[in-house]
């Protein structure tokens, strides 16, 4: 996992708490209430839940994202190493 793309992930995201809620969530991503849900059913993003309430670790949204960067064939440019 690239050193530099988790540091920069953690800088846009800094803003945010260390867990978030769904809205939160959402808007980390840009995603609709629909993709958002299915991401978090499929186990991708692991999540607890407080009675309704979604809490998401931002760790695990980033984690999320630089796996999303490995499978689109992106964490293979050289050039962010």
Not at 16 to 44: C, H, T, W
Request: proline residues 4%; glycine residues 8%.
């Amino acid at each position: 996992m690239p050193y530099q793309k988790k540091t920069f992930y953690r800088q846009i995201f800094s803003d945010y708490p260390d867990a978030v809620g769904f809205e939160q969530y959402r808007q980390m991503l840009g995603l609709g209430k629909n993709k958002a849900y299915e991401i978090l059913q499929s186990g991708k993003i692991p999540y607890r839940r407080n009675g309704k309430k979604y809490i998401i670790a931002k760790m695990h949204i980033i984690d999320y994202l630089l796996g999303s960067d490995a499978e689109t064939g992106r964490e293979n440019d050289r050039n962010d190493v």
